[in-house]
């Protein structure tokens, strides 16, 4: 099972930033997909982005041109940039890898966007 941990999290006002990482236990670069999921209370889970092994990104329709996912291989990290961000962005952020042997998730991390 490959660790991950997430931070970056926290409060911030509407139209503020922050930036989320996820660091691996191990090297990245076999994972076919990684990506970032959030879940609000009372919310099911939802995909925020991902990327592939590729470098194709996808995003969900809510966070597109405003949330920004990339990799940096040689520290096994991934990370989220989100930008004008809104209430409803509000959630616990989750990291999650997928490969041929993994299905990993990180514990979390919380962000709270203030009106």
């Known amino acids: 099972q490959v660790q991950l941990v997430e931070s970056g999290g926290g409060l911030v006002q509407a139209g503020g930033s922050l930036r989320l990482s996820c660091a691996a236990s191990?090297?990245?670069?076999?994972?076919?997909?990684i990506g970032w999921y959030r879940q609000a209370p009372g919310k099911q889970r939802e995909l925020v982005a991902d990327?592939?092994?590729?470098?194709?990104?996808n995003y969900a329709d809510s966070v597109k041109d405003r949330f920004t996912i990339s990799r940096n291989y040689a520290r096994s990290t991934v990370y989220l940039q989100m930008d004008s961000l809104k209430p409803e962005d509000t959630a616990v952020y989750y990291c999650?890898?997928?490969?041929?042997?993994?299905?990993?998730w990180g514990q979390g991390t919380q962000v709270t966007v203030s009106p």
């Open positions: 999650r890898i997928v490969s041929a042997y993994h299905d990993d």
């Open positions: 990327i592939t092994r590729g470098g194709q990104t």
């Open positions: 191990e090297n990245i670069f076999s994972i076919n997909t």
